[in-house]
């Protein structure tokens, strides 16, 4: 049998498929297809242990396209082998060669970048936007590690993308981990879009950086199969063991085969007519150079993947925040009558850890401060430390969460803004990521506006608008008022599938409710009712609000406080609620606009009634204050303005 025949074969029957493919569609990327086209038949015909018949099963190894718009050779791959394909919950069917003339049509699984949400179930997350897949990579390893399984994952990147400082933080974390069992394979074919890759992506300085990193790393022809299939048995080999993760650099061609349409302008810009003939032509006469000694009986074989998924054990009930609290021994903070939110989500973590075994926890150095740590005590195992890079935390988190685990990434909300691109591409590609950001808001006070989280809601707001590929909201926005509602709402957001973005604070806040409170996701909660305007409040806000509306009784007003602690929120409700207040409401938040008063806007008016709405939020850049009451009265947002601004609306001032 001649193996390097055979795989050059199918390389160019990939690179065909791909230039007609993308002809088709007329768009695409078919000279990146094929400088991966080698890579990637040994991978899905050979190298991976997996079956086209059930191409997500758990054990499966996986493939991470980073450079995702090389998927062409993919797609190619799999409909020679008649994958499986479908979306998650239809029924799956197997991909035929003529389903690739449907590439980046709406009714096609052939997303214009790999998508297992659209119906291409061999991916584990959404790629495209370019330095993301290793470190998805790198937490479906990470997760392999936790769940004691012989399980690989493979990822392709572009040279070119190499240059985002994703990529580094993902290499410094397979590392740290000793994540033996994840293979970065760097595809330098020396050309980016607008011309040449820099000297500091070359093969040969891309390899000392590997090297220095702490990989050992195997320089490979890509166009080799004996390179391409001896590499990657050589990381077969050491996968699972103690040695030094391993990196390819494949030297590679982009637009290998089809001289006409290599070197620079190509990019994106698949051949027609007469242009993809040539190309296909000159394809043709390397067939017949290349594959004169293969045979009639030459074929791969795939390997199946372990034949065991990990136990999935059913979580249990969480206990209430009484009872968990006098379990531990802290029971004195109940009597105390206030307890930080971060604190009392550090708790919800540390019972989550006794209640369900599907939860890791992640965070980025600041496990002291959102009070992580509480969890990483007693569950070592299932804690994630990825240092300062919480773009790197947020994508291993979604690796993790294709592998059937529940992440909880927590950091400073501020720093959560860092990793905003990361948590749309997980969203669009189902992640189960709840996201944890503390120190939330102005009243941070001494550290200044470089610690303040302050457009963080207006952006996850936007997510909330749409509605994700379960048709729920693309994302919840949680912010408790108080150490009941967090603690209550962090068991929430470990039984809801779906992106959740929560916010706590460092202060100590007093308790607005009880044990028995129930909180839902898109509810909100009255606290005080009355008849002459509704105060619309959120996370801090709501204690000082409560204030106000003290204020506002002795000025004669009656006052309605709302906590309005999840964006989406049950709007018929909200405007039932302001109706019965003669229409006016106040909304009062503790950051930029754009988050809770646009939302209750929006509502006002799609409803098209005469409603009348103020708006307070954060509406200057903050300094440094000494505390946090400071802090309210250089932004207006004290009880005091809040009262004042309730008047204005009534117009008795």
Known sequence: MS?????????????????????????????????????????????????????????????????????????????????????PGEDRRRLTVDDLATLREESSVLDGHPNPMEGFPFFDAATGSLGMGLSVAAGIGKAAKIDGIDKRAYCIIGDGEAREGQVAEALDFIVDHGLNNVLPIFNCNEFGQAGRVSGQQSPETLTRKL??????????????????????????????TDGAPMAVVAKTVKGWGCPSIQGGG?????????????????????????????????????????????DIVE?????????????????????SGKFATRKAYGVALRAL?????????????????????????????RFVECKIAEQNMVSVGAGMSASGKVP???????????????????????????????????????????????????????????????????????????AYAAYALTGVMA????????????????????????????????????????????????????KAVELLDKAGVSATLLDMYSIPFDSDKLLDIIASNGGYAVSVEDNYGGGLGSAIADALVNAGDAFQLEQMYVDRIPKSAKTPEEMLAMCGLTAEDICQR???VLQVV
């Open 3 to 87: 193996y390097e025949a055979a795989v050059h074969a199918q390389a160019i029957e990939i690179g065909r498929q791909s230039l007609e493919m993308c002809a088709a569609s007329g768009s695409g990327h078919p000279t990146s297809a094929l400088s991966i086209a080698h890579i990637v038949t040994d991978l899905m015909f050979r190298a991976m242990r997996w079956s086209p018949e059930y191409p997500d099963f758990p054990s499966s190894d996986r493939l991470v396209l980073s450079e995702g718009h090389a998927v062409p050779a993919v797609y190619a791959a799999a409909a020679t082998l008649g994958m499986m394909v479908g979306k």
């Open 211 to 240: 090297e220095a990193y702490g990989f050992e790393v195997v320089s490979i022809d890509g166009h080799e199969p004996g390179q391409v299939r001896d590499a990657f048995d050589k990381f077969a080999e050491r996968s699972g």
């Open 266 to 310: 190509w990019h994106g810009k698949p051949p027609s007519g007469d242009a993809l003939q040539k190309a296909i032509g000159e394809l043709d006469e390397l067939r017949l150079e290349l594959t004169n000694a293969l045979g009639s009986n030459d074929q791969f074989t795939i390997q199946p993947p372990e034949q065991e998924a990990p």
């Open 315 to 335: 979580p249990g009930e969480l206990p209430s925040m009484n009872q968990y609290m006098r379990s531990i021994d802290m029971e004195a903070v109940i009597h």
């Open 353 to 381: 850890g006794e209640t369900n075994k599907s939860v890791v926890v992640l965070d980025a150095d600041v496990s002291n401060s959102t009070f992580a740590e509480t969890f990483a005590k007693l569950n070592a195992d």
């Open 408 to 482: 909880f990434c927590s950091t400073f909300a501020k720093f959560v803004t860092r990793a905003y691109d990361q948590i749309e591409m997980a969203m669009n590609g189902g992640a189960n990521l709840k996201i944890v950001g503390s120190h939330a808001g102005i009243t941070l006070a001494a550290d200044g506006p470089s610690q303040m989280s302050l457009p963080d809601v207006a952006w996850f707001r936007a997510l909330s608008t749409t509605t994700d590929h379960n048709g729920n909201p693309g994302c919840y926005i949680l912010q408790p008022a108080d």
């Open 495 to 546: 039984e809801y599938e779906g992106l959740c973005y929560m916010r706590t604070l460092r202060a100590d806040t007093e308790f607005v409710y009880g044990d028995d409170q129930v909180f839902n996701l898109g509810g909100f909660e009255t606290l005080t009712e009355g008849r002459d305007v509704v105060l619309c409040a959120c996370g801090y806000m709501v204690q000082e609000a409560n």
């Open 646 to 648: 309730a008047l204005s």
